[in-house]
């Protein structure tokens, strides 16, 4: 019953390992795509500036507001990929001291 | 009379609960409460209304003449002074103080490090002095560059990517420490002993070792720098 106890811990654990490692991987992939939306809104902007026809300039203004949409998506998204990495962390920590505690009772 | 706003006072004109939309721009206050573009005082679902717009401005798809068709109401009271916190600022979000600075700064000890170490096997190799004096000015020059280089990084990392430790950066970080480590001990050992190649001792293996040491160390770093710069994470 004890070592049933304890292997359903640990597969738990193991889990919880699992799921922080994707969260970080998800966690790189949208923080390293943040400059890029930035930049490229830059890119925009600036060709809006230089830009001398109406038509161009309403299409460098839609593409330069579609790149901030893109990155506030991303920022909201990154917020809530690192409370969910807090969260499971802190239920690794759970299970961990749980498991402890089956060993040494 | 001109009407003076304050900066808590410019707040109020938010556009929210039938309130007027002010927008300050150059100390200049404007009422933009007839724009279709600022409706509910939400501007492009960013820029919020009863704040000075100076500074984001400058990254907005346009410029100041949109200001043109608007009244002006008054003017900030506080900002008529020199704003140099706001323009630091603006340096810094705008003119490149940030990734991109390092992608510049990164390419310096790459050459240089890699450089020295194919000058000491020349060294090696053919035994003309002319390479190794070569290597050490080299080496010089790369293990000045390194921690400008990482200082940059460290810079990029923190304002582009918020600062936020991934796996990469964590990567990035601890391999920096071997090459400032070596690079510094490297420049030391040949400053102290130039002759340091040319005397076959213990010492000078462990000094070619470690210049040779460089060029991996330098390789596997600007591979993960590639990686963030073209977006490949994993």
């Known amino acids: ?37 930035r930049e490229a809104h830059e890119y925009y902007a600036n ?11 309403k299409m460098y203004s839609y593409l330069a507001e579609q790149e901030t949409l893109h990155e506030t998506t991303l920022r909201k ?7 969910e990495l807090v969260e499971t ?3 690794l920590e759970l299970e961990r001291m749980k498991l402890k505690g089956e060993r040494g009772g | 009379m ?6 808590e006072e410019l707040k109020k004109f938010d556009g929210k609960s039938g309130a007027p939309i002010y927008v300050a721009y150059k100390n200049k206050v404007y009422d933009l409460t007839q724009s279709p573009l600022w409706k509910f005082g939400i501007h492009a679902n960013t820029h919020k209304a009863g704040i000075d717009s100076t500074e984001s401005i400058l990254n907005a798809p346009h410029g100041e003449e ?34 991109r600075i390092h992608r510049m700064t990164s390419h310096f000890p790459i050459s240089l490090l890699m450089t020295a170490s194919l000058l ?15 290597a050490y000015y080299t080496l010089s020059l790369g293990v000045i560059a390194s921690p400008i280089s990482v200082l940059s990084g460290l810079w990029g990392w923190k304002i582009s990517y918020l600062g936020v430790m991934t796996k990469i950066f964590k990567r990035k970080i601890l391999i920096s420490v071997p090459l400032l480590v070596i690079g510094f001990v490297c420049l030391i050992l040949r400053s102290l002993y130039p002759d340091i190649l040319v005397e076959k001792l213990l010492l ?27 977006l490949r994470p994993f």
């Open chain 1, 1 to 37: 019953m004890e070592t049933n106890n304890k292997k359903e811990l640990q597969g738990m654990i193991k889990e919880l390992q699992d799921k922080i490692n994707e969260l970080q991987d998800m966690i790189e992939a949208i923080l390293l795509a943040i400059p890029r939306e």
């Open chain 1, 47 to 57: 060709a809006y500036r230089e830009a001398t026809s109406e038509a161009s300039r």
């Open chain 1, 77 to 83: 998204r990154l917020d809530e990929l690192q409370q």
């Open chain 1, 89 to 91: 962390k802190i239920k």
């Open chain 2, 2 to 7: 001109v009407k003076k706003f304050s900066k």
């Open chain 2, 66 to 99: 949109v200001f043109e068709r608007y009244s002006v109401v008054g003017e900030l009271g506080e900002e008529s002074g020199f704003d140099l916190e706001g323009k630091l600022l603006r340096v810094i979000k705008t003119g490149g103080m940030d990734r």
């Open chain 2, 120 to 134: 000491i096997l020349l060294y090696e190799y053919i035994g003309n002095r002319s390479f190794e004096v070569a």
């Open chain 2, 204 to 230: 000078s293996w462990i000094y070619l070792i470690m210049v040779l040491c460089l060029t991996p160390i330098v390789i596997t770093l600007g591979y993960y720098g590639g990686k963030i710069t073209f």
